[in-house]
């Protein structure tokens, strides 16, 4: 679906991360997934998913990494770089001038897990502050190492302050180093319940497979 688009604000980056976070107005413009819905071939220790898939955009050499997208969610390129590897939207749950969106990126780090988490949230708590955990709740994604946090981006002109969620997963390669890969999910809040349930259902059921070092 497409919709008249009007400005868009970029919320200020992670210092040495450029874990960007894309913030929309109403009117935005997005483009229905149409992908199957199935556990992504090799990806044996990924969760079950019924919703349709959507691929991140990979650099060769890179696994294919996947989320499923619950009813209303539609990818939005605009922001789409060599970090940026997918953006999502759903303006079925815009409130305050603000549609909540989930946004993926991937870089390179260092092959150590626990090193790599911590420097994504040394960047953040750098930009954002104590509204940062100290630490993540760690976890497996398809097998590999993850991290989740929930900390509050600072208001920006009409948008309120709002919760943001975060997962990272890092992937290792065959060159001793790792592609970290995080997703981010930001509403106003109080968030609405159905918006809690697509992020969890997207973040647990995030599909991994060809890796070089699996």
Do not use: K
């Amino acid at each position: 679906m497409i919709t008249r688009r009007c400005g868009r604000r970029i919320a200020g980056t992670a210092a040495a991360l450029g874990l960007s976070l894309l913030t929309a107005c109403s009117s935005i413009e997005g483009t229905p997934v149409t992908a199957p819905s199935s556990r992504a071939d090799g990806a044996a220790a990924c969760a079950s998913v019924d919703d349709p898939l959507v691929a991140l955009n990979a650099q060769p050499g890179e696994p294919t990494v996947e989320l499923p997208t619950p009813a209303g969610w539609e990818r939005h390129t605009a922001m789409d770089s060599e970090i940026i590897r997918l953006g999502l939207v759903n303006t079925g749950f815009t409130r305050d001038r603000f549609t909540p969106n989930v946004v993926a990126t991937a870089e390179t780090s260092t092959g150590d897990p626990q090193a790599a988490f911590e420097l994504q949230l040394t960047g953040l708590r750098r930009v954002y502050g104590d509204s940062v955990p100290a630490t993540g709740t760690p976890g497996t994604v398809c097998g590999y190492p993850s991290w989740t946090l929930d900390y509050t981006l600072p208001a920006q002109g009409s948008i309120p302050a709002r919760p943001a969620i975060l997962q990272v997963i890092v992937v290792p390669r065959d060159d001793s180093a790792s592609t970290t890969y995080t997703m981010t999910a930001q509403a106003t809040a109080p968030a609405d319940p159905q918006y809690e349930a697509d992020v969890r259902a997207m973040f647990e059921g995030v599909q991994i497979s060809g890796a070089q070092g699996a």
